[in-house]
Nanobody, 122 residues
């Protein structure tokens, strides 16, 4: 059974910083792409940042220059460093991983974390 466990959310003032972590556990062959999504009240879930196994990144326009996604393949962990946070960044943040199980014939499976609340408020 594969699990993604997130940590690092919380309450921060505007302009502050937070670092989210997401570790994958269980038995699997390889993790392909990983990413962070967020969902604010009354809004659809959106991609915040993604990273390939090789380290190629992409970001949602509003977080470019403020957020940095990174990963440690040896630890099966993805991080999201969030700087210069704004009230509009308030949301539940979800980790996502595209994982290749053993014996899958190349077919990957999408996994999600349980979500961690990030609140930016003074």
């Amino acid at each position: 059974q594969v699990q993604l466990v997130e940590s690092g959310g919380g309450l921060v003032q505007p302009g502050g910083s937070l670092r989210l972590s997401c570790a994958a556990s269980g038995t699997f062959f390889r993790i392909k792409a990983m990413g962070w999504y967020r969902q604010a009240p009354g809004k659809q879930r959106e991609l915040v940042a993604g990273i390939t196994r090789g380290g190629i990144t992409n970001y949602e326009e509003s977080v470019k220059g403020r957020f940095t996604i990174s990963r440690d393949n040896a630890k099966n962990t993805v991080y999201l460093q969030m700087n210069r946070l704004r009230p509009e960044d308030t949301a539940v943040y979800y980790c996502n991983a595209d994982i290749l199980p053993y014996g899958s014939g190349g077919r990957s499976v999408d996994y999600w974390g349980q979500g961690t609340q990030v609140t930016v408020s003074s």
